[in-house]
């Protein structure tokens, strides 16, 4: 039964997304296997974290679309996610659902002994992480950008042009606040409906998700903007902030200015290597705290 509800919250998730531009073909071919690998999985924790944040990051994409187009003019190619993006924004939390599945899938908590209990939370940390930091940076780049005031670039604390990577603003940081807060409620409320008994029988461990994926949320987004900001380049194009610029690209525009950062990776794999590291300082706090 498992097996077609995963099949059929996949395919309706890539053909709406489809059908509202918000993925490319490409991307809904990686969108595929991670709703796949999620969804499949029986703690429905997985599968309520990864629907939040896909529905959250989709409206907030949405929101304010033309005006988002006046500030940022890439912000049209960028709201169309393709593989890379999807990659980048779901591939790690994916391989985490693959991993739990393969050592409790079907299993109750009850039965498990000690060390794998602490495996099971040790997962689920790093699950809430990973999209707690995807939320939180999808949240403060689709919110933070309204802002009124320039944003300021996080390593030099000065004023930057909207759009430029590593530049944070008070909307920005509120806004991956409440999108780490997301991600952690909607595992709160998840673990709660499907493990009540265990958590009365103290099975399992009562553990405040929404303040854990605020904080780590909150941190992620920190970590991506820093990034941003010294091995993501930005340049100023017709006084217009723009980032994963090619070499033909600067060559057409010769009044272009680097601004902030160096052109070592793009802002797809800053995504990554962010998320990558939330989730070693998600497990990393659960083994120092538990």
Known sequence: MRIYFSIGFTGLLCLSSLRKGSLSKSGAFAATFVGLSTASNDNILFTVVLLVFFLSSSFWTRYQARMKMRIDPSYVKTSRRNWKQVVCNGGIGALIS????????????EDLTKEERKLMILLLWGYIGFYA??????????????SSDWPILITTLKPVPPGTNGGVSKLGLLSSFAGGA??????????????????????MPKIPYNMLGSLLGTIGSLIDSVLGATIQASYLINNRAMSDISAAELRQHKDARLIAGTNLISNNMVNFVASFLTVALAISLQLVMF
């Open 182 to 203: 997301a991600i952690g409620l909607a595992a709160d409320v998840s673990l709660w409906i499907q493990y009540f008994s265990a958590y009365r029988s103290g099975a």
């Open 98 to 109: 693959l991993v739990y599945q393969y050592y409790f899938d079907g299993r109750k908590v």
């Open 133 to 146: 930091c995807c939320a939180a940076d999808t949240w403060a780049s689709e919110l933070g950008t309204l």
